[in-house]
C-alpha cells in the first residue's frame, strides 16, 4: 500500500522547501522514528521522521531540488497493514511538532543505539565525513551539535557554499560564496521592508537604577538571573497590551490587530539572523521569559530550532548592547509595524532630580515603526509606557 510523503507546510511564511540531504534510498526499509529527508525552509533547516514501518518505493525529489508546499517527495509502501487513507492521511498531514518532536534529529546508529543531533551537525558531519555515533553530545539532553563536529576534525569550508578563488588585479583574490536559504530570505525581507515601509524612528534614554537594582535582588532566587533584556521584553509585553496598534500590522491596504502578544527576539546564528518568538510573553513572568529567551537562544546557536520557533511574531526586539554601542535603529521584520533596538546598558551623565549631574545606568531605545499604521504619537506615546514599566520596574513583577 503506497503513502505519499508530501513537503509540508511549516510556518506561516513557508510556501517551498529545499532539499538538503535523504537520510534514506529507495528499497531500504523503514521504522517508525526514522529520519527520512532534512529540508531547508525560509526560516530554519527541519529532519522529518517515518511516522510508520514499511519500505521507501521511490524519491521523488533530489538533493538540491526545491520542492512547492504541498509536492510529493517521496512514496513509501505501508508495511503494516494499516488503511492505506488513514496512512496517508497521517503522513501527508506531518507538521513540525509531530515529525521532529523535541526538535533533535534522531538517527539510527549502529547496534540499535539512537543518535540525536541538529540538523546543522547532521549536515556538517555529512560534508565532513564525521560518525555522529562516536560523538559526545555537549547540546541539550546529549544531542550532538554543530561545535561537537567541528572539533572532531580540522574545520573546512563546505564546498556546496564557496567557489574557488579567482583572480582580481585590483583587488586581489576574490572568492564568491552562495548564500544559504536562510540568508536569502533574511536579504530578501530586508530589502522588501526597506522598499514598501515608510518608517520613522523614535528614542530615548532610560534610567535603569532600579532595574540594575532588581536584577540584583532576583539574582537570589533565580540562576542565572533574568538579563536587562528579559526585562525590555517583559515591560514591551506589557505596553503591547495597552497599545494593541503597536502589536498590530499593515496588511493588504488594511489594519491587523491580534489578541495574542507574541515577541520575536532577534538571535545571530552562523552569519544568519533569526527571530525566535516568545508566545504569550505579556502572560510569562521575568524569569518564564528569561528561561524561553535563553532556550531560543541556544536552539537556534546549536541548529535546532524549529520553524514554529520562528512564527507568529507581532513585535520584535533586537539588542546589540552586548557589542558596546549606544543606539543603532533595527530594520522593521514586516509586516510587523514596529521593532525596537536596544543600546549598550552603561554609566552616563545625567542630570537627577535636584538638578546636578551624576552618573547612572542608562539604556538607549530605538522604535522604528511603520508610518501606515502608526503615527508619531502613538509610537511615543508607547515607547513612553516602556520607559516608565523599566524605570518603575516592580510592575514588571505584576
Not at 521592508?193 to 536584577?215: G, I, N
Not at 505579556?282 to 524561553?292: C, E, H, L, T
Request: one cysteine or more.
Amino acid at each position: 500500500m503506497a503513502v505519499e510523503i508530501v513537503m509540508p507546510h511549516l510556518s506561516d511564511s513557508m510556501e517551498e522547501g529545499t532539499i538538503v540531504q535523504w537520510f534514506v534510498a529507495e528499497g531500504d526499509a523503514v521504522s517508525d522514528g526514522q529520519p527520512l529527508v532534512e529540508v531547508e525552509t525560509d526560516k530554519a533547516s527541519v529532519t522529518y521522521e517515518s511516522e510508520l514501518d514499511g519500505t521507501v518505493l521511490s524519491i521523488n525529489a533530489a538533493v538540491g531540488d526545491t520542492v512547492a508546499v504541498g509536492a510529493v517527495i517521496a512514496v513509501m509502501g505501508d508495511g503494516n497493514g494499516a488503511d492505506p487513507a488513514v496512512a496517508a492521511s497521517r503522513t501527508a498531514g506531518m507538521t513540525s511538532a509531530a515529525s521532529m518532536g523535541s526538535g533533535a534529529a534522531t538517527s539510527r546508529a549502529p547496534r540499535g543505539r539512537r543518535v540525536k543531533a541538529s540538523p546543522v551537525a547532521r549536515r556538517v558531519a555529512a560534508e565532513l565525513g564525521v560518525d555522529l555515533a562516536a560523538l559526545a553530545g555537549s547540546g541539550p539532553h546529549g544531542r550532538v551539535i554543530r561545535a561537537d563536529v567541528e572539533r572532531s576534525v580540522p574545520a573546512s569550508p563546505p564546498a556546496s557554499r564557496a567557489a574557488a578563488p579567482r583572480t582580481d588585479s585590483a583587488k586581489g583574490n576574490t572568492t564568491r560564496t552562495r548564500p544559504t536559504r536562510v540568508q536569502e530570505t533574511v536579504a530578501r525581507r530586508m530589502a522588501e521592508s526597506r522598499a514598501t515601509v515608510p518608517d520613522f524612528e523614535l528614542r530615548c534614554e532610560v534610567d535603569m537604577t532600579q532595574a540594575v537594582a532588581l536584577r540584583t535582588q532576583l539574582s537570589e532566587i533565580a540562576d542565572p538571573p533574568p538579563t536587562y533584556n528579559d526585562f525590555i521584553v517583559r515591560a514591551v509585553a506589557l505596553a503591547l497590551r495597552e497599545f494593541p496598534r503597536v502589536n498590530g500590522a499593515y496588511r493588504d491596504s488594511g489594519f491587523e490587530t491580534y489578541s495574542r502578544v507574541n515577541v520575536g527576539i532577534a538571535v545571530a546564528a552562523d552569519d544568519a539572523l533569526l527571530v525566535p518568538t516568545i508566545f504569550d510573553a505579556d502572560q510569562r513572568s521575568v524569569i518564564q521569559i528569561a528561561a524561553a529567551s535563553r532556550e531560543l537562544a541556544a536552539k537556534v546557536r546549536d541548529g535546532s530550532v524549529l520553524p514554529a520557533d520562528l512564527s507568529g511574531g507581532t513585535f520584535s526586539v533586537s539588542n546589540l548592547g552586548m557589542y558596546g554601542l549606544d543606539s543603532f535603529t533595527a530594520v522593521i521584520n514586516s509586516p510587523q509595524a514596529a521593532i525596537l533596538a536596544v543600546g549598550s546598558l552603561k554609566p552616563r551623565a545625567v542630570v537627577d532630580e535636584a538638578g546636578s549631574v551624576v552618573a547612572r545606568p542608562t539604556v538607549h531605545l530605538t522604535l522604528a515603526c511603520d508610518h501606515r499604521i502608526l503615527y508619531g504619537a502613538d509610537g511615543a506615546r508607547f515607547l513612553a509606557r516602556v520607559r516608565d514599566l523599566l524605570q518603575k520596574p516592580v510592575a514588571l513583577l505584576a
